[in-house]
T-cell receptor, first 115, second 112 residues
Framework: DTGVSQDPRHKITKRGQNVTFRCDPI?????LYWYRQTLGQGPEFLTY????????KSRLLSDRFSAERPKGSFSTLEIQRTEQGDSAMYLC?????????????FGPGTRLTVL | KNQVEQSPQSLIILEGKNCTLQ??????????LRWYKQDTGRGPVSLTI?????NTKSNGRYTATLDADTKQSSLHITASQLSDSASYIC???????????FGAGTRLAVHP
């Protein structure tokens, strides 16, 4: 257990529905990252926050995706009008701004299945 | 283009045997390289982080090497155990950036 938690662990939804995932980082970590991982591949960067500010977004993050970190602690990732291609593991990670190595600690992930 | 390539894609070994996983990267400028272990259905867990000046780093039965000149890294697992069955992912951080570049991983299966 790295100290990063994600909820839910699994989500099955029908195409066209909206889903929201939550990530709780290690409490003192000011940076928070979202990644997407498909079967047999490494994680792909989606977006990251420094405190409550969203500093970078990948081109993978279409306009159906939105992420927030309103109080600089937990974060949510919402996918609107889900498509079958959204089926993946969504991973959250956190790190300390002061850590020059930028070591990131990952949560257990949320596995999304879109039917 | 920044890329991380790993080999082999998958590997099966018998319990107690050693194995070596390979990672080649074309990331510039280089900041550090990490190896993560990812159990099926779980998030990745860090094994080692190596900077430019570090050639070898150990974590128990795991030993990582880094050759920054040839841009290659390896992860050696000694006296494998059934619990070593997992995907091992090589990850490189480009200098000045906070996002990481992941390899596709090597899926290791340790059989009794």
């Amino acid at each position: 257990d790295t100290g990063v938690s994600q909820d839910p662990r699994h989500k099955i939804t029908k195409r066209g529905q909206n889903v929201t995932f939550r990530c709780d980082p290690i409490s003192e970590h000011n940076r928070l990252y979202w990644y997407r991982q498909t079967l047999g591949q490494g994680p792909e960067f989606l977006t990251y926050f420094q405190n409550e500010a969203q500093l970078e977004k990948s081109r993978l993050l279409s306009d159906r995706f939105s992420a927030e970190r309103p109080k600089g602690s937990f974060s949510t990732l919402e996918i609107q009008r889900t498509e079958q291609g959204d089926s993946a593991m969504y991973l959250c990670a956190s790190s300390l701004l002061e850590d020059r190595r930028n070591e990131q600690f990952f949560g257990p992930g949320t596995r999304l299945t879109v039917l | 283009k920044n890329q991380v390539e790993q080999s082999p894609q998958s590997l099966i070994i018998l319990e107690g045997k050693n194995c070596t996983l390979q990672c080649n990267y074309t990331v510039s400028p280089f900041s550090n390289l990490r190896w993560y272990k990812q159990d099926t259905g779980r998030g990745p867990v860090s094994l080692t982080i190596m900077t430019f000046s570090e050639n070898t780093k150990s974590n128990g039965r795991y030993t990582a090497t880094l050759d920054a000149d040839t841009k290659q890294s390896s992860l050696h697992i000694t006296a494998s155990q059934l619990s070593d069955s997992a995907s091992y992912i090589c990850v490189v951080r480009a200098g000045g950036y906070n996002k990481l570049i992941f390899g596709a991983g090597t899926r290791l299966a340790v059989h009794p």
